[in-house]
């Protein structure tokens, strides 16, 4: 077979998208290297073969030495781009960014791509316009289409949004998040909707993962029409699948934890890094997923001084590159880092939200898993607040197990033992923060934060040591953050009551989960 039809196959190994394929891909591309001289296409496939294979550090020398033999092809720069846009480098993405720029500024992988990386810095007017020039140029790429209505309901745009994804499913009607970002997005979805659902499931060329999908939108309909029985039943089909496809790493999360409380016990660490200058006033708000880590960003941000900035990773990868080691949290490391006055965490959660564009004093960070690294927090940031939520454990575990939390970090989230495995390190781990540093801790509750909002809003502000406002107690319309979460919808409305102890009604189709929390 000559080099062209070896190629093929390989291409045709990729296409199938499955660790088997992708491994018999890479065997058959590294043994076609040995026999031609160094070629830029070849390096650039062998990159995304190692890549798609989960190993995308391995991947960056095939795109390089891609790079280096052909400067002028486009595909390595768009793909060392990714890779540092998800690694959250934005120098390295913005660096490779403008290189296709220079070569191609009307690069439709290139437009995608960097609308991706404005996303990602909570820069929705640059990424939509990146989008809109997109569409000019194919209108009718799905990626396009969905990113752009994706911008379109963070922004609370949602029939604008709702329009796209019909559009979506009109063109390819296998694209299955689409389907569950309708239900999301529409309050009423007809039987004729529903139908189209159960023809799909029927069709040959539907995948395990695209079933997952069209499960869960079915179980979004039911849930609206008040079928609870059919409600639970694809609903469960759905997080089966969904949790066979992102196992729960149990040990992961309890190394961590303990490696933690274990370095943090008795320690005295929160008061090494006082003098630290810290660039922007940080208000982290953590806790369990669902329990109102969202609203009360919401109500921080419609304050003059503050910018809600939504989930930021940066703790949790400026924590791997520096203090983790065999996911274990390294003491030794951060006991030298504070011997040598070297704030490494802060310094490097600081270099990333540099690229943010924020001009208010504060900033909201609301990554909900940041719980965990409390005390980390409040050694590394002697001047951040900290928020820890609270609300009816069954109605968050309810939400949750409801919702497709498909990234690895919510991996927990798709079966009742795995919610009680991660609930009962929730609580080791903020209790035990709690006994250490209980006064820097503001807990506050997502009832009493209903029934009782405009009271408890000035407690919270003044904890966050911002005066009083009366536009934080109207969020619904004058919050500046965007919402890019589960919460789409219930954190733009005003404040309502009927979130509370929802999860009463579907206690029997949760029966283990709920008789232990």
């Keep these: 077979m000559n080099i062209e039809g070896q190629i093929q196959k390989i291409n045709e190994l990729v296409q199938k998208g499955n660790k088997a394929s992708y491994k018999l891909a890479l065997d058959k591309i590294i043994n076609l290297q040995k026999k031609i001289q160094p070629n830029s296409f070849v390096q ?15 991947a960056i020398k095939y795109y390089e030495n891609s790079h280096s033999i052909d400067s002028n092809n486009i595909s ?13 480098k934005w120098d390295l993405a913005k660096k490779y960014f403008d290189k296709v720029n220079q070569l191609d500024p009307n690069n439709l992988i290139y437009l995608i791509n960097i609308s991706n990386y404005y996303h990602s810095l909570n820069q929705l007017d640059k990424s939509t316009a990146v989008l809109k020039k997109a569409m000019k140029i194919a209108p009718k790429n799905i990626n396009v289409l969905y990113n752009l209505a994706r911008n379109y309901a963070n922004e609370g745009s949602f029939e604008d949004s709702i329009k796209l994804i019909e559009k979506v499913i009109e063109i390819n009607k296998h694209f299955s998040p689409a389907y569950v970002q309708l239900i999301n997005l529409k309050k009423n979805i007809d039987k004729k909707t529903l139908d189209n659902f159960f023809q799909l499931l029927n069709d040959k060329d539907i995948s395990v993962d695209q079933k997952a999908d069209i499960y869960l939108a079915i179980s979004y309909f039911y849930e609206k029409s008040g079928n609870d029985e059919k409600f639970f039943e694809f609903l469960n089909k759905a997080n089966s699948i969904y949790r066979e496809r992102i196992k729960f790493n149990r040990d992961k999360i309890s190394k961590l934890n303990l490696s933690l409380i274990n370095s943090f016990k008795n320690e005295g660490f929160e008061n090494k890094f006082n003098d630290y200058k810290e660039e922007k006033k940080i208000i982290f708000v953590c806790g369990l997923p669902r329990s109102g880590t969202t609203l ?14 939504g989930e930021l990773h940066y703790l949790s990868w400026g924590l791997a590159n520096t203090y983790l080691k065999d996911g274990k949290f390294d003491k030794l490391k951060f006991q030298q880092s504070i011997k040598n006055n070297e704030n490494l965490l802060a310094d490097s959660y600081f270099q990333s939200l540099k690229h943010h564009e924020i001009k208010e004093e504060y900033v909201v960070d609301k990554m909900p898993a940041n719980f965990q690294l409390i005390g ?6 002697p001047k951040a607040k900290i928020i820890l939520t609270n609300r009816n454990v069954k109605d968050v575990f309810f939400s949750i197990y409801k919702r497709n939390f498909t990234s690895e970090e919510m991996s927990w989230t798709f079966s009742e033992d795995d919610i009680l495995y991660f609930y009962d390190q929730f609580k080791e781990i903020t209790n035990f923060w709690k006994q250490q540093f209980g006064n820097s801790i503001y807990e506050i509750n997502y009832e009493n934060l209903i029934s009782d909002n405009e009271n408890e809003v000035k407690k919270l502000l003044d904890f966050c040591e911002l005066g009083f406002e009366k536009e934080c107690l109207d969020h619904s319309k004058n919050a500046k953050s965007k919402i890019s979460t589960a919460s789409l919808h219930q954190a733009r409305q005003p404040i309502y009551k009927s979130s509370i102890n929802n999860s009463k009604k579907y206690e029997k189709f949760l029966k283990k989960l709920f008789s232990k929390i």
Aim: charged share 15%; proline share 2%.
């Design 44 to 58: 650039n496939l062998t990159g995304l073969i190692v890549q798609r294979s989960g190993r995308m550090m391995d």
């Design 76 to 88: 390595p720069l768009n793909n060392l781009a990714y890779i540092y846009e998800k690694l959250k």
């Design 296 to 309: 009360i960003e919401q109500i921080l941000s419609s304050h003059s001084k503050v910018n809600g900035q």
């Design 376 to 381: 980390l927090i409040n050694s590394c940031f």
